[in-house]
């Protein structure tokens, strides 16, 4: 089943641009993640935020957690041609498992 | 180098055939996972292993079997069971079966083919 729901399905920036993308759940957490993916290729990890912790960051990337929304957000600052790729938002599940949305489509352009 | 290898990168299958898609993990990782990923979708989990020996069906298993005899290897078998295969797969792991975190680490995924 799928949680997470991330927003826009997709997005396109300027180089040098912010970009933010959204993502919402349904049930509780411990803590929710987020990947990117490159075009046809594996999943990367980008972040981590714990279910206690509303802001995180990491280089470029911007982490927000509201769990009283159920929402989380993911800024890009300052947007490279290099960061063009889906972002995935995943969500805990029991026995270890993630609930994965759909992604959003993010293309830069130079 | 550590990581995560898949094999093939590309396959295609005849109908009625079954195929074999393999994930050989370095990491020293105790759980290991499959996915199937359709266009424009999401991950959806087709079966996961927290330790050697065992494995547990995911949301979609239908058509599909698996086997976690060692540590390093987790295959995947496609049935001709599973009526629509064509996707790409991936293959991740993740460090421990408790204490270990949550996040995967993933290979770079087989794209099946039915022809």
């Known amino acids: 089943s799928q949680q997470g729901e991330e927003d826009p399905q997709a997005l396109s920036i300027q180089e040098g641009e912010n970009a933010t993308m959204n993502c919402s759940y349904k049930?509780?957490?411990?803590?929710l993640q987020w990947y990117r993916q490159n075009s046809g290729r594996g999943l990367v990890h980008l972040i981590l935020?714990?279910?206690n912790e509303r802001e995180k960051h990491s280089g470029r990337l911007r982490v927000t957690l509201d769990t009283s929304k159920k929402s989380s957000s993911l800024l890009i600052t300052a947007s490279r041609a290099a960061d063009t790729a889906s972002y995935f938002c995943?969500?805990?599940?029991?026995?270890?498992?993630?609930?994965w949305g759909a992604g959003t489509k993010l293309i830069i352009k130079p | 180098d550590g990581g995560i290898t898949q094999s093939p990168k590309y396959l295609f299958r005849k109908e009625g055939q079954n195929v074999t898609l393999s994930c050989e993990q370095n990491?020293?990782?105790?759980?290991m996972y499959w996915y199937r990923q359709d266009p424009g979708q999401g991950l959806r989990l087709i079966y996961y292993?927290?330790?050697?020996?065992?494995?547990q069906k995911g949301d979609i298993a239908e058509g599909y079997s698996v086997s976690r005899e060692k540590k390093e290897s987790f295959p995947l078998t496609v049935t001709s069971a599973q009526k629509n295969p064509t996707a790409f797969y991936l293959c991740?792991?993740?460090?421990?079966?408790?204490?270990?975190?949550?996040?995967?680490?993933f290979g770079p995924g087989t794209r099946l083919t039915v022809l």
């Open positions: 991740a792991s993740r460090r421990g079966a408790s204490g270990g975190g949550d996040t995967q680490y």
């Open positions: 049930t509780s957490i411990n803590n």
């Open positions: 935020i714990r279910s």
């Open positions: 995943a969500t805990d599940r029991s026995n270890y498992q993630l609930i």
């Open positions: 292993s927290q330790i050697v020996n065992d494995f």
């Open positions: 990491l020293n990782h105790d759980a």
